[in-house]
């Protein structure tokens, strides 16, 4: 018996040496091809990160896990030459996403840095980049969705602007740019009900070939009220542009923290979350699907 369970005690331990699977899937975005989704081995340096599952063409990142589009992707391998690079100036990007479950202090987001173009490792061995240099190197950053069914936020990050500019509902966000409320946005509200999936669309309009706004907007079959957050001035647009053109990876992840209160907190804009809040209520992980892209 004793060594059985020695047997046992070593095989959870190599399954727990080797983590969850780089290569979780493969998703068809519409107007691109096939995208092989990777998944990061480290959150932050040191700190494993969650996994990132395919299920039916559904992203499914879990708590703490962030994954990659990519166009080739092999286990345990992370370079950066490998990432998807999406031209998305003068393009529209839309996809579904199903966040019920991320409660107060959860964060499930989607957002495109430029980490396609980063040589740099990184502290988190793989080509990772922010704007807030999570895991060392600095990049533009363009949050389209950072939420949970209280409260949204999008915001545009030069590379080294860590407040960068947010616009949505909930907590802070700079310059004041709150177009919506908890009677439009949230569970069981009248334009986006986060308990069920909605739609979001981001468009990076253009002239002349420079970054003029970024524009998002949240719909959801049945209701007849699409909210959108629009971003124009930024003294970052030129620098955002540039990054667009030269092409930026999408990323999917789920975080949380006790301390989420900058996004769905009183805040200027009135957030329905009251910090301190405890442990954040982060149930079933959210899901984004039906990527496509479009010319606008
Ligand atoms: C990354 O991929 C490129 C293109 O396939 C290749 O030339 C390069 O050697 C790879 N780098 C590493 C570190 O494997």
Redesign the pocket.
């Known amino acids: 018996m004793a060594g059985h369970r020695v047997l046992l005690l070593l095989l959870l331990s190599v399954v727990r040496a080797e983590g969850h699977s780089t290569c979780p899937g493969v998703i068809a975005v519409g107007g691109h091809g096939p995208v092989r989704v990777t998944s990061t081995k480290w959150n932050m340096p040191g700190d494993p990160a969650g996994p990132v599952d395919v299920v039916a063409g559904k992203v499914v990142p879990h708590m703490k896990g962030r994954a990659y589009f990519a166009g080739a992707c092999s286990e345990g ?1 992370f ?4 990432y998807s690079s999406m031209k998305l100036l003068g393009k529209r990007l839309r996809y579904t996403t199903d966040i019920s479950g991320a409660g107060c202090g959860c964060n499930a987001a989607f957002y495109l840095v430029a980490m396609a173009h980063n040589a740099e490792l990184s502290g988190c061995d793989d080509h990772y980049c922010d704007a807030n240099s999570v895991c060392g190197p600095n990049c533009a950053e363009i949050d389209v969705q950072e939420a949970n069914r209280f409260a949204w936020h999008s915001a545009l990050h030069k590379a080294y602007d860590r407040n960068g500019v947010a616009g949505g509902y909930g907590g802070w966000t700079q310059g004041a740019t709150y177009p919506f409320d908890s009677a439009q946005y949230g569970p069981g509200s009248k334009c986006i009900d986060t308990s069920a999936p909605f739609d979001v669309a981001v468009s990076f309009h253009a002239t002349g070939g420079t970054l003029k706004a970024m524009e998002v907007t949240l719909s959801q079959p049945g209701r007849t009220c699409p909210l959108s957050v629009h971003m124009g001035e930024y003294p970052g647009m030129a620098e955002l542009g540039a990054a667009l053109s030269a092409g930026m990876t999408p990323v999917v992840s789920y975080w949380s923290s006790p301390d989420m209160a900058w996004l769905d907190g009183p805040g200027m804009g009135k957030g329905p979350c009251q910090s301190p809040y405890g442990q954040p209520k982060c149930s079933a992980a959210p899901q984004f699907y039906g990527f496509a892209l479009e010319d606008l």
Do not use: E, G, L, R
């Open positions: 391998q370079n950066h030459t490998s």
